[in-house]
């Protein structure tokens, strides 16, 4: 069907990490504001289930990390994750100061991020193989009627296989370690014309699998192929720039207000 509407944008994707991390609890609807505020395109996060059913939006699988709580939010019900303070431990002066603690920051669910920003983009990674959260996820999108602004990946191959036997081709999907593995080996033997992109983003660090994975003619031959590059987490603005000079289509930021600014600089916005 051509590029999926998700993708489908005239410049390069500002793509925010957990929301505008580097200013407000990552993953919270703090940030998730923040982060539009500041021209963001797109959320990048990660999701879970409860122990009710719930898609919950968050990058681990406890809560021990960011919050005055401890335990697996698959062991939690939405109720009992509503109770811990998810702005507890963010502070963006090395622990001077810790704004959000005690102001009822709370672990969204996938629904109320997906219908309280009804025209953003939201970049998913799939981070709990069990138990498996495949159908509660697409129940949840098509509730939202959000197949065309979401893209679901993980790092899990058999996770991805059965999100897409149970979702619509529309929905676009990005690329895990093993698709990775395989561009790359097709890309370093010179064989990458007879490569058959499964995915339609390609969502990477500069460097990763051993290897420089991001540069000019990579992102030449992944074009090639009808393949997006968006690549994370990207917060100098050196960095940002040299990127979207050699044709990035998204940049994933702690700092999107940075990204936007850039982007501005060298009039993609």
């Known amino acids: 069907m ?10 390069p994707m500002v793509l925010a990490h957990q929301g505008a991390s580097a ?20 959320f990048e996060t990660d999701v879970h289930m409860t122990k009710d059913g719930y898609v919950v939006v968050s990058h681990d699988d406890t809560v021990d990390r960011l919050t005055n709580g401890t335990g697996f939010i ?3 019900t939405l109720a009992e994750l509503r109770e811990i303070d998810f702005g507890y431990k963010f502070t963006p002066d090395g622990g001077q100061t ?75 999907t990005g690329a895990n370690t093993r698709d990775m593995v395989e561009f790359i080996c097709y890309w370093r033997t010179g064989l990458h014309k007879f490569y058959k992109p499964p995915v339609d983003a390609f969502q990477v660090p500069e460097q990763g699998y051993g290897v420089r994975v991001v540069t000019p003619k990579m992102i030449e031959i992944a074009h090639r192929h009808g393949v997006k590059v968006h690549v994370w987490t990207i917060n100098e603005e050196a960095d940002i720039h040299r ?9 994933c930021s702690d700092y999107p207000d940075r990204v936007v600014k850039v982007m501005q600089e060298l009039g993609m916005r």
């Open 2 to 11: 051509g590029v999926k509407p998700y993708l489908n944008l005239p410049r």
């Open 98 to 172: 810790f704004p959000f603690r005690g102001k009822g920051v709370t672990i969204p669910t996938l629904e109320e991020v997906l219908k309280e920003f009804p025209t953003m983009r939201v970049n998913m990674d799939i981070k709990q193989t069990t138990p498996p959260m495949e159908a509660a996820l697409v129940e949840t999108i098509n509730a939202c009627q959000a197949k065309d602004r979401v893209l679901i990946a993980s790092f899990h191959t058999s996770t991805m296989k059965r999100f897409r036997r149970l979702a619509s081709s529309r929905i676009a």
């Open 243 to 251: 990127l979207l000079k050699w044709g990035v289509d998204g940049i």
């Open 74 to 76: 698959k062991y939690k």
């Open 23 to 42: 200013y407000a609890p990552s993953n919270t609807m703090e940030a998730f504001r923040l982060a539009v505020e500041m021209g963001a395109d797109a």
